[in-house]
């Protein structure tokens, strides 16, 4: 079974650009959850998708948004890029709605904005 | 406010050594993790608890829900459990939070 596959794994970006990460679940997952990793601030959830409806989300501005597609497939958007949205994004699917499911990391997209 | 705790920060033992990592939480909870981190980014859940205490060969996992705490074991450490760990408290669906990490050196 194909893990948690996650594109671009790396991207330079400029301030004021705006970026688009995709995250494909193990096949029959149906959440889709994000998180930012830096080395401040350590691990933070971005965003949980489940079944084509955000479920949960964090403390983040709006320029963060994502969406979930009809297999499962999601995709993040950050919208004019600041330097401190440099970071590593990761994204982690679950079989289903519960949090005792499992979870499943992707390798991450490592964002540096310049 | 930090809604879960981990310490130590930083850890190096010598190979063979037991070694303990300790989290503490203020969020209510639903499920606990215990991630490893290696250098790359690359993370995996060890183990995933609501209650008692689970076993992965050299690796064991407890939580006291009434205490609000959980520790991770390693028995017999060797250098490729070398890594960061990360507790990761979930209230509801995937919505974690995190603790800081311990950064685990194993000396051979």
């Known amino acids: 079974k194909a893990g948690v596959t996650q594109t671009p794994r790396y991207l330079i970006k400029t301030r004021g650009q705006q970026v688009t990460l995709s995250c494909s679940p193990i096949?029959?997952?149906?959440?889709v959850s994000w998180y930012q990793q830096t080395p401040g601030q350590g691990l933070q959830f971005l965003f949980e998708?489940?079944?084509?409806?955000?479920?949960n989300k964090g403390n983040f501005p709006g320029r963060f948004s994502g969406r979930q597609f009809s297999n499962s497939r999601s995709e993040m958007n950050v919208s004019t890029l600041e330097l401190g949205d440099s970071a590593l994004y990761l994204c982690?699917?679950?079989?289903?709605?519960?949090?005792?499911?499992?979870?499943?990391f992707g390798e991450g997209s490592r964002l540096t904005v310049l | 406010k930090n809604e879960v705790e981990q310490s130590p920060q930083n850890l190096t033992a010598q190979e063979g050594e037991f070694i303990t990592i300790n989290c503490s939480y203020s969020v209510g909870i639903s499920a606990l993790h215990w991630l490893q981190q290696h250098p790359g980014g690359g993370i995996v859940s060890l183990f995933m608890?609501?209650?008692g205490k689970k076993k992965h060969g050299r690796l064991i996992a407890t939580i006291n829900i009434q205490e609000k705490h959980s520790s991770l074991h390693i028995t017999a450490s060797h250098p490729r459990d070398s890594a960061v760990y990360i507790c990761a408290v979930g209230e509801t669906g995937n919505q974690f939070y995190f603790g800081t990490g311990t950064s685990l050196t194993v000396i051979p």
């Open positions: 096949s029959g997952h149906r959440s």
């Open positions: 982690a699917s679950s079989p289903g709605g519960a949090t005792g499911a499992g979870l499943f």
């Open positions: 608890l609501s209650s």
């Open positions: 998708y489940f079944s084509e409806t955000q479920r």
